[in-house]
């Protein structure tokens, strides 16, 4: 190869390191390329490492990722770039000029071990957004045990520093000289050839009861929430209990809750609400277990085997032409239905609606800062037949950013993504 | 020689304060097979590692021992220190004193007995590791996509680019149809323009042989003509078949005039379709989920294309009522709700069903149905077409058969693995896109096409030699009786049969080292090169102490 | 005397599952027995019956095989020959006069640390029950 290639022409910017922003990362680092792989949040792994298992085969989802996420760190071509996201875009396809904006951690990732030994002794305690405030953490925190990089964190606007207390407790109980006061937000600009959105999706609100989760329908849950009382690392170690810390003798599944209000099928709610029936028989002796159906949509070779042999565990199934309506009732959920023409209720200790998958937090802002367009619902819009471009040349789209899939397509996806990097940038 | 060098790492007070690390160090200096044991407080720091990295260097060691956090945490990390200083990085071993005794034993005594086991059967054990050297073979950057349906033609687009050479097969009489997966006329006629493109139409695989990196596609041109085409990789996109509704008596297909299909409408031109009736028609049914009981999966495009129809119908004869019969309404797409609507405004109806038959019905047809309140009800119509499901293709056993790939229940291929590699497959280098995996639409056969793409384009790069991974098993020849035990053990198809030398050989390409055949071998022939017999059992005699 | 027992157990596990899962025991701090020594393994299938019969005979009290669940094996099909290996290998136990209660097999996946620290405690006091190995200290057995 004679010809002399302009500056970062071959490097890639990946943003979001959830499962599409980590298999196309790798797929490109195993091209050779140099990518930088960004993230907002302190650790990686998106909504991936919130499940407990994944469809279809019920198998554990950190320990499905966990060699993914390895290479990632270990990957001397990926570059893993946390509490960062991006300022500015400049340039254009083939030669990008990106702004990140680094927030500061206070915890030096070098020094740091992960022993924890800094999180008992801060004063701050707070909801957890990671397990959906259903538990408390620190300022300085993790977001749950096993999340990598296995460093904390202090949010510096709950911590007492800054409200002008000099509390210097964690760094007092550090061993290992991890933590840095000093530490601050950074600016860096890098020089890329293309750039692969990876932003994944928001699990949204529509057609949850706006009070669901607090008062009268403190058992009605959304589907982060249920996951998170499976998950063996979270608030009751697996164990799922009601707010009042009951086992449910009866959980209701709701289908389709949002669909009507957002104007399209969320794809995969079907097999997780399968799923969820499935965490059910497994925890919760003699459970009773409904779901509320509208329309069963299980494309593909995987999804109604998987369906039909939940439903034959026993669950009760109800086929009704509109989601019912769900009401607070005592310590339970009432569900109203109209099924074979007849208004139907049932009182249940527990219910989980279907939530919705929405575009992510701040994707219009960030369509905007790319010059990509979005949907009428707010996804990043794809280039007609190039299902993992963007409206814009020299960048790529894979994962929920585009709409609903479910995981094995968000992985084709980040692949489809990676090889139209290849191919514009030279290979 | 300058022997095993011992570090141990004291993780600050997380190794030190649980394990007397003092009297670990003094036993092992007893026993008298290390040259020396040093300690340091945190090795994996920057510190850490140029300590141990000159004094390595210094004292010349051939193989090392690091009592440390996990090998998980670290062990790239002081492989890479090892190499740095020209020390193979094999001959490491790393012994895991902090998350497997450190921090899961609260008694010192009984913590500091299992690290001195630990340890001990490290130090045994490293004396048999070989410093195993990384070899690169020549690659053939090329790739071979076999069908000429959507899936092929877009994957055979993406992947065609400088420095390779990608060859299209467009496969005869092994089973695939023109139909609705034909690729775009245009799309055929640019790939045909490509220099870096070769189409063959109309041609017959015989064979595939070979493996990643170098594979050999017999194949027998329309002209009759026998040739070999070199690749590297292979693409499958051999496409499925419509399920065929004949012989179900209950959809009178094949049976009463005035059923046909969707596929055999799919394309056709403004104007009628033709319908399967001389009568006039004035009302049609269009029947969903046609197969999808029998085959036991919902194929997900189905709904959509009979809508489609619908559609076009209705827009060439506004007059003719169209009604859809269905179980389900399977609308995965985010546009596809809308389009749903749209058909319902359209003037189509929707009905839902449990059960549906289609009957003669005087000179006409009926459709009787039993609905979702478990009533039942009948529609009488001119004619009925029916939305079938997709099934797969019989060229897939043979394509298996030739590159010892997996059949699901169902026929279609097998993925590696569902989530975290669909389009990959057991066999290192092949990949299937497209319905001969499985029902596919042509948004999952755009992003399959492009995913196939980003595989082979990131793998086989032009140029580059491909670096074969190190931990990998061997057969040793002399004690090889052939018995072939090891080959049954492989599901990657990477160790064969040698019939003219009577014995087994590990193909390194394609070993993922997990050492099955080494213990499948009842001669110990067959040995993972990491985890050798011998090397296991130093470990299992220090361990029981 | 018996209860001054502490028996000598072998631990073989998988690289991808039961080792990860023995990792996280350790992060969470939970007690394992230290009578439990581990060997790690590529894979579960790795393990060959013949190498434990040796095992057995230097005096090992109890051996636990752990790998990952029927699949969901790294290797695909590896637990599966695994499972097949020992439990023939179980049939040939007491033709050492060995109770094939000494030997285990388990599977625990990379997010099970609770469960491998359940299931090593468990087998260890299950092995302490049925005392010394009968095979060791035969003189004529290196």
Known sequence: MGEQQPAGRSDVLVIGAGLAGVEASLTLANAGRKVYLVERQPHFGGNVIKSEEVFPNMECATCMIAPKQSDVIENR???????????????????????????????????????????????VSTGNGFEEGMSQRKAIYVASAGVLPNAPAIAMGECLRSKGDDCTACRDACMFDAIDYEDKDEELTIEVGAIVVATGYRLGDAGLPEEHGKGELKN???????????????PTEGE??????????????????????????????????????????????????????????VPGKEAQRFVEATLKKGVKLVRTAAPPKVSGNGAGVKVEYRANGKSESVNVD???????????????????????ETDRFGFFRTDGTEPASATRAGVFIAGCGTGPKDMPTVVLQAQAAAAGVLKLTGN | MPGIGLYLCECGPNIADSIDLDLVAAEVEKDGKVARVERFKLLCSEDGKKFLAESIKEHGYGHVVVAACSPKQHQTTFEEVAAGVGLNPHMIQMVNIREQCAWMTPDKE???????????????????????????????????????????????????????????????GLGSEPGADDAPAERVEEL??????????????????????????????????EIEIRAGSVVLATGAKPFDPAGFPGYGYGMLAGVTTVGEHARAEDGAPALGTDRPVKSVAVIHCVGREKLGYCSGTCCMEAMGFARRLKQSSPETEVTEFFRDLCLPGIGDDGFHRETEELGVHFVRFRDVEVAQDGDGLAVRYQA??????????????????????????????????????????????????????????????GSCRGPASTSDVLIQA???????????????????????????????????????????????????????VVNEVLCRGCGNCAAACPSGAAQHRQFTARQLDQEVTQVLG | MADEFEPSVIGFLCNWCSYAAADQAGSSKLEVPATLTTVRVMCSSRVNPVQLVGAWLRGADGVLVAGCHPGDCHYQTGNFFARRRFALMRRIMDTLRLDPERFRLSWISASEGKRYAEVTSEFSRHITGLGPNPLRNRPFIE
Not at chain 1, 245 to 271: D, M, N, T, W
Not at chain 2, 476 to 493: E, F, I, N, R, S
Request: proline fraction near 3%; aromatic fraction near 6%; charge should be negative.
């Open chain 2, 450 to 504: 492009g995913a196939a793409a980003g595989k082979v384009l990131s793998a086989l790069v032009p140029g580059r030699r491909m670096k074969l991974e190190t931990r990998t098993s061997e057969v040793a020849d002399k004690l090889c009786t052939g018995c072939g035990l090891c080959v049954a053990a492989c599901a990657y198809g990477a160790v064969t049969r040698d019939d003219a030398r009577r014995v087994a």
């Open chain 1, 240 to 297: 799922i209990r009601t707010r009042d810390g009951e086992a449910p003798k009866s959980v209701a599944f709701i289908h389709c809750a949002g669909r009507e209000e957002l104007g399209y099928c969320s794809q995969v709610c079907c097999r997780y609400l399968a799923k969820f029936a499935r965490y059910a028989f497994d925890k919760l002796d003699g459970v009773e277990v409904y779901e509320f159906v509208r329309e069963e949509s």
């Open chain 1, 220 to 234: 009605m849950l959304g589907a982060f929430e249920f996951e998170r009382l499976r998950a063996s690392n979270g």
């Open chain 1, 77 to 123: 071509n990926v570059e893993l770039l946390t509490l960062t996201d991006v300022k500015e875009v400049r340039g254009e396809a083939g030669a990008f000029e990106v702004t990140l904006r680094r927030s500061a951690r206070y915890v030096s990732l070098e020094n740091c071990i992960g022993c924890g030994a800094c999180f008992e002794p801060c004063p």
């Open chain 2, 110 to 172: 009984e913590a500091t007995g299992k690290a001195l086991r630990l340890v001990r059967a490290a130090v045994s054990r490293v004396r048999y590791h070989r410093a195993l050297e990384q070899k690169e073979i020549e690659c053939n950057p090329d790739v071979v996509v076999i069908g000429g349906g959507t899936a092929g033609v877009e994957a055979a687009r993406r992947i065609a680019h400088e420095g390779r050479k990608v060859h299209l097969l467009g496969v005869a």
């Open chain 2, 192 to 225: 045909k323009q490509d220099p870096l493109a070769e189409v063959h139409e109309g041609c017959t695989v015989q064979d595939l042989l070979g493996f990643f990196g170098s594979f050999i596609a017999r194949v027998k041109t329309r002209e009759e003509e």
């Open chain 1, 350 to 372: 527990m219910a989980v609606l279907a939530s919705t998958i929405e575009p992510a937090e701040g994707a219009a802002d960030l369509a905007g800062l790319l010059g990509i």
């Open chain 2, 372 to 433: 979702e309140d478990g009533s039942s009800d009948s529609l009488a119509v001119d004619a009925v077409v029916l939305a079938v499901g997709v099934k797969a293709g019989p060229s897939n056993a043979d394509f298996a058969g030739m590159l010892n790939l997996g059949l699901d229940e169902h026929g279609f291929f097998q993925s590696e693995h569902p989530v975290l590699n669909p389009v990959g497959t057991v066999t290192e280098g092949v990949f299937t896109i």
